[in-house]
């Protein structure tokens, strides 16, 4: 009996050990959502500051308080596989950012009642290099689109100056010709960019739309108003 004594309690030391010397940050809480136990390196996140028998959701951020509450019951029930994406308080009146995993614990020392042993996670600069990527990419996006707006300006008004010129009071036929072919081309590109960029996926392009809108420009810019075309386009991508 001794013997089985002085093993319970090498256990117990032992796992208090682990427990409080973790990397991460460690808490066991009950069903109420109440700390029933934290470990130092969860303690230095809030500068030692004691965290235990109050709600854990007194040490999440405001911004998140409803995700943890709305989440928490089936969590709680049943961790496995799960994550709480959450940014706790930090005593700067800001907050850092965590990830924050669980596992059931059916008792501990001091509780008969079942436990949800909570690891957290400090992943705040991830998280803020993934932020500043995500602002990086969207003022790429923005000048993109900026980009195109003004190419696709630029060919809209070469191809508007050619067909004025081709209505020019000197203008020779042959001339005439020649510029408004000049204008079929520019409007051939000007329909293939805008196709091209109006859609997400860059690497593909739908023949049927794009033939459809070339034909009616080429028929806008050369004024063949006596017939009509048929158009019977398999939609191909490209």
């Given at each position: 009996l001794q013997d089985s004594q002085f093993q319970i309690n090498q256990s117990r030391e032992h796992y208090s050990k682990l427990f409080d010397f973790s990397p991460g940050g460690l808490a066991l809480i009950d069903s109420s959502g109440i700390i029933r136990k934290a470990n130092s390196q969860l303690s230095k996140m809030f500068d030692g500051q004691s965290i235990v028998n109050k709600p854990f959701e007194s040490i999440v951020y405001r911004d998140d308080k409803a995700i943890f509450n709305s989440r928490f019951r089936a969590f709680f029930k049943n961790p496995n596989e799960k994550e709480m994406h959450l940014k706790l308080k930090d005593n700067d009146s800001g907050f850092i950012y965590t990830k924050v995993t669980g596992t059931s614990f059916e008792h501990s020392e001091n509780s008969k009642e079942p436990q949800l042993l909570l690891a957290v996670s400090d992943i705040t600069k991830e998280k803020v290099t993934e932020l500043q990527i995500q602002k990086l990419l969207k003022e790429k996006e923005t000048l993109l689109k900026e980009v195109h707006h003004r190419i696709k300006n630029n060919m809209n008004t070469i191809e508007i100056l050619l067909k004025q010129t081709s209505e020019g009071v000197h203008c020779t036929e042959d001339a005439k010709e020649t510029i408004l072919n000049a204008a079929g081309?520019?409007?051939?590109?000007?329909?293939?960019?805008?196709?091209?960029?109006?859609?997400?996926?860059?690497?593909?392009?739908?023949?049927?739309?794009?033939?459809?809108n070339l034909i009616d420009e080429i028929l806008q810019i050369f004024s063949f108003n006596d017939f009509e075309i048929d158009k019977d386009i398999e939609n191909i991508k490209l």
């Open positions: 081309r520019v409007a051939s590109m000007r329909v293939l960019y805008e196709k091209l960029f109006n859609d997400d996926d860059y690497s593909e392009l739908e023949i049927k739309n794009y033939i459809t």
